[in-house]
């Protein structure tokens, strides 16, 4: 089985930006630079044959490239409970347009359709900390923003799970264009 997900990569200096600015939350576990992606559509495991339907779904995707900038931070919870803190990103209209698009690919491809409300960002760090630490981080990044980039590709990863973190292993890489 090959768990798999859609996603962008954000630029080497954006990259770098994010990784500047990690730190200060006890128990948090940071992502590393292999790890940041803005997640189009997670697809979960499945087999060889359906990870072939699904690349080959994905190549039909037509959308132009996306130009996008960083926009504050934020955090989901589960029950009540901060596990994960983010990165926004802005505007979220291009890229909620692309999620749908390859959301339907992968639908004609047998997938499950996505039922999850879509939220653009990219994942900073993985935690079980102390809300007080977390609540310091977001108000001290809040006004977290780039320049505008340009996405050209979305990519196909596989995600490997570890003991101390997923790695991520890009299987096709796919080019925006109108």
Avoid: C
Wanted: hydrophobic residues 45%; charged residues 20%; glycine residues 8%.
């Amino acid at each position: 089985m090959l768990r798999l997900f859609v996603g962008l990569r954000p630029p080497a200096a954006i990259r770098a930006q994010l990784l500047a600015l990690m730190g200060g939350i006890p128990g948090a576990r940071w992502q590393d630079e292999g790890q940041l992606h803005i997640t189009l559509r997670f697809i979960g495991e499945i087999d060889e044959r359906a990870a072939e339907d699904a690349a080959l779904a994905l190549a039909q995707v037509h959308w132009p490239p996306v130009e996008v900038a960083l926009d504050g931070v934020g955090t989901f919870d589960s029950r009540g409970r901060i596990n994960a803190l983010w990165a926004g990103v802005r505007p979220k209209e291009a890229l909620a347009g692309l999620h749908r698009k390859i959301d339907q690919a992968l639908v004609r491809a047998g997938q499950p359709p996505e039922h999850r409300a879509y939220l653009p960002h990219i994942t900073l760090a993985r935690m079980n900390a102390p809300s007080e630490a977390v609540a310091r981080f977001v108000e001290a990044h809040a006004g977290l923003a780039s320049p505008p980039f340009t996405l050209g590709h979305f990519y196909l990863f596989e995600s490997h799970l570890g003991h101390e973190a997923a790695r991520y292993e890009v299987v096709e890489r796919y080019g925006l264009q109108i």
